[in-house]
Structure formats: structure tokens, C-alpha cells
């Protein structure tokens, strides 16, 4: 037989079975087709030398293509790239980047009439200190250096009065009673909230189920029914025999004499009823 490699060799012999060229089938076989060896990986034909001399030499007669695309470039980019490398820190303060249904306008106080930083807020963020360096460079005519220097200055000093203010803030709260909880307390809060989840779930399930058995009718078992339901053959019985019960009720402070009458001739019906008529009554 031809050499095989291992994935090739059941698939041999199974199309020499199928001529009848092997007749008893090998004790190996099921156990192979059972557990199939692994196909080999993929392998690349090998680069040969010659190969490789030509594509070098086919390389380097092309040549560079006329249209190139232009380099797209903004001044932002590069003032924003030095921003952040003056000021790495200021890529971990939290940002949001949920946009919003519109386009938000851009800000009245821009062009000419922008000349300090402070216009747009006391608490600027690094895009500001970036879009005020380029608005002094192309509407006040500063070279781009100064602008940027004189950008990240007002920007220091903006951030150090908030950090300031925010400082005293805090003490004249603590001073009237406010507590404000540390990072770890508010991680423990966290927990106990998580802890106290399932009992304020099986109170909440409780409070439900009282709920939906509020104009549920509970009937008591000693009432005098029974513990047993007839299914009306008693009360069939008695209609046959003639006996109707009344199924009026009247107070006896509001009864008439008429009415006092018609109930003791019913009460005097009723006592020659048997006891079963008695319960359904009841």
C-alpha cells in the first residue's frame, strides 16, 4: 500500500474494503473511526531562492504612485497631543460621551470677543484651554506658542480657584454637621444594600401576598356547613318535598308586626325541616 500519513490511512482503507481488496476488517478500524486523528495545519508552500530574487527584482521597478492624498492635519491635534502631555492626569477625570438628539451650538462667546479663558466658566475642561489657545493664534494674531502658554496659564489658575473653593466648601459643611462618607464607606454601604436585598425582597413578597389575600373570603370550617359539600341534593330534596327557603333577612328592632308574624310561621316551617336544611340555611 502506499504510504499514507496518519488523517489519510482509514480513509485508505475503507475505499480498499469497499473493492473487496481487504477482506477481514482491521481490529483498529472502529477505534480510528471513533476517535479520528487530528487534521495537520495548513502549511504554505515553501519560498523558494529563485522566488524570492524575482520578487525583489519586480519590487523595485515600481514606482511610487503620482496622486498621493494630502496629509490632513488640524492645529487642534497638535495642541491637544502637547495639552496632554503637559497635563497627563487630566485623561483620567471622568468625561461623558452620550450624545444628544441635536448637535449642541457652539458657545455665543467665540472669535474677537473671546479674550480670556474665565468667559466660559470658572471650571474649564481641557478642550476649552485647547479652543482658546486656537482663538487667540487666528483671531487675535499670536503666534501659537504664546497663545498656548497663555492658554494652560489661565487654565492652572481657573482649576486652582475651584480646587480651592471646593476645599472651603467642604470644611464650612463639616463645621454645620455634614458627613461626607469615604470611598471605603460608601463600598461597605454598597455591600449591606446587597446583603439586605433578599430580606427586603421576601418582605416585599409578603406584603403582596397579604395584598392579594385581602378580598379573598376565608370561611370558617366550624361555621356549621360541614366538612362536606352535598352538592345540592339535600337542598333538591327538600324543594321536592315542597320546602321553601325564605332568604330574607330583617333586623328584629325594624320588624313589623306583620313581619313578626311571617317569621315566627317561617321559624315554626323551619323547626320541621330536617337538620341538613338547617346547615344550608345557616
Do not use: C
Not at 486523528?37 to 519586480?58: G, I, M, N, Y
Not at 514606482?63 to 497627563?88: C, G, M, V
Not at 487666528?138 to 471646593?166: G, M, P
Request: proline letters at 7%; aromatic letters at 8%; charged letters at 30%.
Amino acid at each position: 500500500m502506499v504510504r499514507r500519513i496518519a488523517s489519510q490511512v482509514h480513509k485508505q482503507v475503507s475505499r480498499l474494503m469497499r473493492v473487496n481488496y481487504i477482506k477481514n476488517e482491521p481490529v483498529w478500524y472502529q477505534a480510528v473511526l471513533q476517535f479520528p486523528p487530528l487534521p495537520l495545519p495548513p502549511k504554505a508552500p515553501a519560498f523558494r531562492e529563485a522566488q524570492q530574487r524575482r520578487h525583489l527584482d519586480s519590487s523595485s521597478k515600481l514606482t511610487p504612485p503620482k496622486n498621493r492624498p494630502i496629509n490632513i492635519a488640524y492645529l487642534e491635534d497638535e495642541l491637544r497631543r502637547q495639552f496632554f502631555r503637559d497635563h497627563p492626569f487630566e485623561a483620567f477625570r471622568p468625561v461623558s460621551i452620550v450624545e444628544g438628539g441635536v448637535v449642541e451650538e457652539e458657545h455665543p462667546v467665540r472669535g474677537k470677543d473671546w479674550t480670556r479663558l474665565s468667559q466660559r466658566g470658572k471650571n474649564p475642561v481641557p478642550e476649552d484651554a485647547i479652543q482658546f489657545a486656537v482663538n487667540l493664534h487666528k483671531h487675535h494674531k499670536v503666534s501659537l506658542a504664546v497663545a498656548y502658554t497663555r492658554a494652560v496659564a489661565e487654565f492652572r489658575a481657573l482649576r486652582a480657584e475651584h480646587d480651592i473653593a471646593s476645599s472651603f466648601a467642604r470644611m464650612e459643611a463639616e463645621a454645620y454637621g455634614m458627613v461626607f462618607p469615604s470611598e471605603i464607606d460608601r463600598t461597605f454601604e454598597k455591600e449591606d444594600m446587597v446583603y439586605k436585598a433578599p430580606e427586603r425582597k421576601r418582605a416585599l413578597d409578603e406584603g403582596a401576598l397579604l395584598a392579594r389575600k385581602r378580598w379573598r373570603a376565608v370561611l370558617n370550617i366550624d361555621s356549621g356547613m360541614g366538612n362536606t359539600w352535598s352538592r345540592g341534593r339535600e337542598y333538591a330534596k327538600l324543594q321536592e318535598q315542597g320546602v321553601h327557603p325564605k332568604h330574607t333577612f330583617v333586623e328584629e328592632s325594624l320588624q313589623s308586626p306583620a313581619v313578626s308574624e311571617e317569621t315566627a310561621a317561617s321559624d315554626s316551617q323551619k323547626s320541621s325541616a330536617s337538620p341538613d336544611f338547617l346547615r344550608i340555611l345557616h
